[in-house]
């Protein structure tokens, strides 16, 4: 399970929109990372450039021991579009997509493997009910089940404990604890503190320019987190400025 990326002098901008600058460090193989820090500092951004989503303006991002298909993003709930017409198994079926290929069939050894993971995420019984029919924690138990699926060596989640019940977040929590155990490497978006200083050992503390990374304890202080704060309301956008 060994996957490590780090980043060089890494730069990620939105048409010439900088969201994250200059960023160095690494995500060590089979680490526990909470990114964190003000609203707009960059952390989904950051997400989606580790996932190839946004691409590079500066800088490198270099995967160590993994391709793209090893990795596995799981995206803000608010971007899912729940109105698509797809039930539990063919949500949790797309983590299998690795094995069989885009336009493969599940069957089989791999449809047991969607069965299992809807049974270990607590949704037995809603493998035919609409996504559009679950509740927010439902569809995030659905999310880690495609997870489960698509057995990935690193673990991109954005915002996955926003807007649920905390009997969800408990047993989600761990799920990633597991994940972690089997040396996965997992990287979080979060905005919870208290959960990433009981949870997670590694964070990444960011106001589009780096403030802190390494263990949680010796980031989350009252002044990094006063500098990422002051940081991010000095940030000037430079088109608002410009209507201005």
């Known amino acids: 399970m060994s996957a490590s990326v780090s980043l060089h002098d890494l730069t990620l901008a939105y048409h010439r929109h900088p969201a994250v600058h200059h960023v160095s460090g690494r995500f060590a193989s089979g680490s526990l990372t909470a990114i964190v820090g003000p609203n707009g500092a960059g952390k989904s951004t950051l997400l989606k450039g580790l996932m190839g989503i946004v691409p590079v303006s500066e800088g490198k991002i270099e995967l160590d021991g993994i391709s793209r298909r090893d990795v596995a993003y799981l995206p803000q709930s608010a971007e899912i579009d729940r109105s698509f017409p797809i039930d539990v198994v063919d949500l949790v079926s797309l983590g299998a997509w690795r094995k069989v290929g885009f336009l493969g069939r599940v069957t089989g050894k791999h449809l047991e493997r969607v069965l299992e993971a809807i049974r270990a995420v607590g949704l037995e019984g809603f493998e035919r009910r609409t996504i559009g029919s679950l509740s927010g924690g439902q569809l995030q138990r659905a999310l880690f089940a495609r997870m489960l699926v698509q057995d990935a060596k690193l673990l991109l989640l954005d915002e996955p404990f926003t807007a649920i019940d905390a009997r969800t977040t408990a047993d989600l929590l761990r799920l990633v604890r597991d994940w972690n155990a089997e040396g996965r490497t997992i990287v979080a978006v979060l905005h919870d503190i208290e959960l990433v200083r009981e949870h997670f050992p590694q964070t990444l503390l960011i106001a589009r320019e780096l403030i802190g990374w390494g263990r949680t ?28």
């Open 217 to 244: 304890a010796d980031v989350l202080t009252k002044e990094r987190l006063r500098e990422a704060r002051n940081l991010s309301e000095s940030w000037v956008d430079p088109f608002e400025s410009a209507a201005a």
